[in-house]
């Protein structure tokens, strides 16, 4: 490899956004965050939405201290994101409205306006992707049928990194991984599914070119190397979508060296987060009756992989929850949360972590309860309790995607590494290796951001290959192993809530 670069990455949650600067100097990777904001929803026009301007300039602020820690030594900008979401640029090139909020109720019902345009088993031959409200395609069939004068004015669509991306450097391009989150593209393909805009009736000339990870698409503009005090920087589609990103930083060895199994070659991975997404990388996508059944979603990662996988409700339960006691007067720290979680009873009740009454923001703590008395059990008084079932049913919903994960494949899944924000939260990770009866190794943290430095390497070929990437992540960030105990406890657990 040659000598050390800077990049910076630009890592944008649904929650928080930082700015990372990472410098890769032989076969590591050192990582120092640089800037950290708050992100959330606001209410517009009766409406959830994303306050575009606000986050661009923390994204500026970010940068501008990065490349100032830097001494505007920067090889590159990388932006991720998470997806689904998008901003709609008018002929001026500027946004028409602020971009719309995943958990903003107009895609309710949309769904099923879909399926009587296009039916269900069609539409997911011709993508790949999960049935989730949240998606893309949704979003933009509810903006055709009740708001269609918005649709008329847009020139052009960019998903949340993409858009981001347009205004540092000038070009509007779709990257690979972010596009695949949308359900309007054709996973086998890699390209916009033509059937499925047609069929819906949406303006296919809307979205743009499809561009891969590690594609350097143009240089930072002028006005804001002025700005920055900069030299122009390349700006670079990196896997640009968090997960995509997070999936390349998983520290896992080749099974076979050299070869292009066509799933996991024995490890499995889940990201852990607000969302928790749990699949296994592929060289092609998988899509059959049996992944339909068990709602797995195609998404594209890095390296012409496919990210087979299936969403799941992460730690947002317990965030919402943690939010409510809050209003309420209790003001409660996570590790004080998670203490009094490893302190309560065990297996007193169980949840459904995708119920759909847990989507929205709201009093999680009075939801949970409802679910509860819906499904026979007492409801939960201890909020310590209450967390110990939600980290207890997130683990068995583990165990019951890996388990169809192997039945998708016919291949076994020997470990289990889990990336992200997430396995700072060790019972978590304990109960996830006890439900599932593998071993799991935890990080690194900061995964998403990781894989955006390091697929901006790639982009500059000072790193070689997805193999070279991990091996770096190896070397670079402590590993935690967590072996499963109690495994026949917690079989019998996940045989007594499974579903008839």
């Not at 998903?159 to 540092?168: E, G, H, K, Q, R």
């Not at 805009?197 to 698409?217: A, C, N, Q, S």
């Not at 889940?270 to 339909?292: F, P, Y």
Request: aromatic share 8%.
């Amino acid at each position: 490899m040659k000598q050390g670069r800077q990049y910076i990455a630009v890592d944008l949650g649904a929650e928080s956004g930082r700015v990372m600067v990472g410098t890769v100097l032989g076969n590591k990777l050192g990582l120092k965050e640089v800037y950290r904001f708050s992100n959330g929803p606001i209410e517009e026009d009766l409406s959830l939405r994303w306050d575009f301007d606000k986050l661009f300039s923390e994204v500026k602020t970010g940068i501008a201290k990065a490349i100032k820690q830097s001494k505007g030594e920067v090889s590159g900008i990388g932006v991720d994101s998470w997806g689904v979401d998008y901003g709609l640029l008018g002929q001026d090139g500027r946004l028409i409205e602020n971009p719309y909020h995943y958990r903003d109720s107009r895609t309710d019902g949309m769904p099923e306006k879909a399926f009587e345009l296009m039916d269900k088993r069609d539409i997911y031959e011709n993508s790949g992707v999960q049935f989730m409200q949240i998606n893309t395609v949704y979003q933009l069939l509810s903006t055709r049928l009740t708001n269609p004068k918005v649709l008329a004015k847009a020139k052009k669509l960019l998903f949340i990194a993409d858009l981001v991306s347009y205004f540092l450097c000038g070009r509007g391009y779709a990257e690979y991984s972010l596009a695949s989150t949308s359900q309007l593209m054709d996973m086998r393909t890699g390209q916009w599914s033509k059937k499925i805009f047609e069929k819906l009736d949406l303006p296919m000339e809307i979205v743009p070119e499809i561009v891969k990870p590690g594609t350097v698409v143009g240089e930072l503009k002028n006005e804001l190397c002025r700005e920055f005090g900069c030299e122009p920087i390349n700006i670079i589609a990196v896997g640009s979508h968090d997960t995509a990103g997070a999936v390349a930083a998983v520290p896992a060895k080749a099974k076979h060296p050299g070869l292009a199994p066509r799933s996991g070659a024995g490890w499995a991975y889940l990201s852990s987060g607000t969302w928790s997404l749990m699949g296994i990388e592929a060289r092609e996508a998988i899509i059959n009756d049996k992944s339909l059944k068990y709602s797995f979603t195609n998404e594209g990662g890095v390296e012409d992989t496919i990210r087979l996988l299936k969403n799941i409700m992460g730690l947002w339960l317990v965030g919402e929850c943690r939010r409510q006691w809050q209003r309420e007067g209790v003001d409660l720290s996570y590790r004080q949360v998670m203490d009094m979680a490893e302190g309560a009873e065990r297996f007193v009740a169980h949840i459904d972590p995708d119920a759909s009454g847990f989507f929205s923001p709201g009093d999680m703590p009075k939801r949970i309860n409802e679910y509860l008395t819906e499904t026979r059990q007492k409801p939960i008084d201890d909020k310590g309790q209450m967390i110990r079932v939600i980290l207890e049913s997130l683990a068995l919903k583990c165990h019951s995607v890996l388990e169809a994960i192997e039945d998708v494949t016919k291949e076994p899944v020997e470990v289990l590494h889990i990336v992200g924000g997430g396995i700072q939260n060790e019972l978590l990770c304990r109960f996830t290796a006890n439900a599932v009866g593998k071993k799991v190794i935890a990080g690194p943290i900061e995964a998403a951001a990781t894989g955006n430095i390091l697929m901006q390497a790639k982009a500059t070929e000072q790193i070689k290959s997805l193999a070279e990437i991990r091996e770096i992540v190896r070397n670079s960030f402590e590993l935690k192993e967590y072996q499963p105990k109690d495994s026949e406890l917690w079989n019998q657990q996940y045989e007594k809530i499974k579903s008839p």
